[in-house]
């Protein structure tokens, strides 16, 4: 009598660990989030260095730039991020 309730504790245990696994799809997605995540950390870390170099340089040549280039810098990088935002929302909604 042990024996077949053990069974069935045992395949019960199994369907219910089964069912709370991730699909593959789920699994795919959400390591796609996270190398997306990885690859904008790493793209804006980067351009916060160059822009770092940029200021020292400038510093150190005494050639720092005016408030104008600062907001039409500004402008430009805004104006970079909406376009890349774009096109990364386009490229998910075609399957890419």
């Avoid at 045992?10 to 699909?23: N, R």
């Avoid at 280039?69 to 991020?81: I, L």
């Amino acid at each position: 009598m042990q024996k077949p309730f053990s069974y069935a504790l045992i395949l019960a245990s199994m369907l219910a660990l089964g069912a709370c696994e991730k699909t593959p799809e789920d699994k795919m997605e959400s390591a796609k989030e996270s190398v997306s995540e990885a690859a904008e950390s790493m793209s804006d870390a980067a351009k916060d260095a160059g822009d770092a170099i940029k200021q020292k340089a400038n510093e150190a040549v005494g050639n720092e730039p005016t408030t104008g280039e600062k907001v039409e810098s500004a402008m430009d990088d805004a104006s970079d991020a909406v376009e890349e935002a774009g096109d990364e929302t386009k490229d998910a909604i075609d399957g890419n």
